[in-house]
């Protein structure tokens, strides 16, 4: 265990006044807000991982040496330091006594706690899928020569186990596949899944000149947040490269040999050789370390505006809580950064004793694919669920792998696709969230030159404020 800060105050309390699980994006959002407000109660941040913090945002650019590993982290050493707050490197929690207040460490070890913080993220999906362990072949009671197989299925435990298959949700993940790729000098990579994780994890290996093959259960890649004509320019635009995308597919079996994966056979019955598999199929809030029914769970943790949950004095935050859409107007999970930082720095400041609401968020997510950018947010994907009321404007140009799509909802814009040029989505991000009536400006929205002087005057006048600024 690293322990970062040498102020040891804490061990002479038997309370801590702050206990927060994760130290990502939530969780260190939290201790900063809680030590605005408060400059002296004791923190104390556990991890599981062996790291300072860093930006998983760019773990798959590291995987594309885009960014290095001095660069990953978002907050320096000085953040713990200067704000007192005590860091425990690879301290898992293993569960939370509510009654008595206490977290309990995977080594045993009790943390009581004042004010406790859930921030523990989301874990990877792992589907149920056959390894085929080839044994050496023996002579069976009939005198023939035959090859024993040995099945088992791949788990979160065992994929330690097998060489060239991996989940990449850590930066722990990425380190072990990118030495994989430089060792082993693979060309190829398979991975399971065409979502964000499977399409941001494709963006760095097509970056570093892998060949890929993206298998996707889904009739298209990235179908949650994409329409049928984006989800075709980037299939299309991954496949005229001399990659592969199978999409209404999935893995059946994985064949092992000596350890190591060899190949796999989809469930369309084409077999693939392959010496490297990431994957993923998608995270879900990892609420395994609450055991007791006072924390209510709806698939993530349930928290209200204030990231309280339903008991006293345990607020959640982040990939591991299902918090208010304000496009769908409902309670779901949306796991991406920015909503994790927000989150954790509402929950900060209310443990510290502020009062401070969440009012909501949306999706979004943005990927380069060989050169070609792409954003999504809100409801892109939105004609088919509600028909009534939604407007929607297409500029579509095959050749230019250019397109633009943009939802409105009762003069309010609730998605927005952008593809080969993404300028300017910062303003249509402003216009969802703002819930900014666009009916005025309809014609224009979807020009390809629109921009802040078409929007509505006093919309204007809140985005640009300054001496000498006039719009
Ligand atoms: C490959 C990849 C690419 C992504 N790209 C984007 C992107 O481009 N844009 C975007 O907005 N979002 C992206 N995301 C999602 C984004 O990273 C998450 O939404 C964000 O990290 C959530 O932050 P969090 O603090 O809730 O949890 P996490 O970042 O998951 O952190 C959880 C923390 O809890 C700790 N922890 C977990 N279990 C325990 C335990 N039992 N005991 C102690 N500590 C524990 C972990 O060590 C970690 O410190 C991406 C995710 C991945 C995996």
Redesign the pocket.
């Known amino acids: 265990m690293i322990k970062l800060n040498n102020n040891t105050s804490h061990r002479k309390n038997k309370i801590i006044d702050y206990v927060i ?8 959002s939290a201790a900063e807000n809680i030590r605005k407000l408060d400059k002296k109660g004791s923190i104390i941040i ?4 062996g790291y300072l ?1 860093y ?3 760019l ?2 650019y590291y995987i594309a040496g885009k960014v290095s590993l001095e660069r990953i982290n978002f907050k320096k050493e000085e953040f713990y330091k200067c704000n007192n707050i005590y860091l425990e490197l690879d ?4 569960h939370i006594d509510t009654i008595k207040k206490i977290v309990i ?2 080594s045993g070890r009790k943390i009581h706690f004042n004010k406790l913080l859930i ?5 990877p999906i792992i589907p149920e899928i056959k390894i085929r362990k080839s044994s050496p072949r023996k002579v069976n009671n009939t005198g023939r020569l035959e090859r024993n197989f040995n099945d088992n299925f791949i788990s979160l435990e065992n994929l330690n186990n097998i060489k060239g298959i991996y989940k ?3 930066l722990e993940d ?1 380190i072990k596949i990118k030495k994989y790729i430089e060792e082993k000098k693979i060309k190829s990579v398979s991975i399971l899944g065409g979502g ?2 499977g399409l ?2 494709a963006e760095a290996f097509l970056e570093v000149g892998l060949k890929v093959n993206i298998i996707e259960l889904s009739n298209r890649i990235m179908s949650a947040t994409f329409d049928k004509e984006a989800s075709d320019i980037i299939e299309n635009t991954i496949e005229s490269k001399g990659s592969n995308v199978f999409t209404n597919d999935t893995i059946e079996v994985i064949y092992i040999n000596k350890k190591k994966i060899i190949s796999y056979k989809l469930r369309s019955g084409k077999k693939v050789e392959s010496s490297l598999l990431i994957i ?1 199929v998608g ?1 879900k809030p ?1 609420t ?2 609450i055991n007791d029914d006072s924390i209510q769970l709806s698939n993530g943790i349930t928290v209200d505006n204030f990231m309280r949950t339903t008991q006293e004095d345990v607020f959640a ?4 809580i299902n918090s208010y859409d304000m496009v769908l107007n409902k309670e779901r999970n949306i ?7 927000r ?2 720095a509402v929950a900060g400041i209310n443990m510290a004793g502020g009062n401070k609401k969440y009012c909501g968020g949306f999706f ?4 380069e694919i060989l050169g070609i950018p792409s954003i999504s947010m809100g409801m892109a994907n939105a004609e088919n669920d509600m028909q009534k009321n939604v407007k929607i404007l297409k500029d579509y140009n095959n050749e230019r792998n250019f397109y633009k799509k943009i939802i409105v909802k009762e003069d309010k814009i609730i998605g927005v696709i952008m593809i080969g040029n993404i300028e300017r989505a910062g303003i249509y991000a402003g216009l969802i969230k703002n819930k900014i009536d666009v009916s005025n400006i309809i014609e224009d929205i979807n020009g390809e030159d629109f921009g802040i002087i078409q929007l509505p005057l006093k919309y204007r006048k809140h985005m640009v404020v300054g001496e000498g600024i006039e719009v």
């Open positions: 699980i994760g130290n990502s994006a939530a969780g260190t556990l991890t599981s991982e913090n930006s998983k945002p773990i798959t301290s898992r929690v293993k460490t995977v921030a523990n993220g989301g874990k990449l949700t850590t990425a964000l994780i941001k994890s993923a995270v990892d395994s370390i935050a982040g990939d591991v796991a991406i950064w920015p909503l994790a930082v989150q954790g979004m997510n943005s990927i």
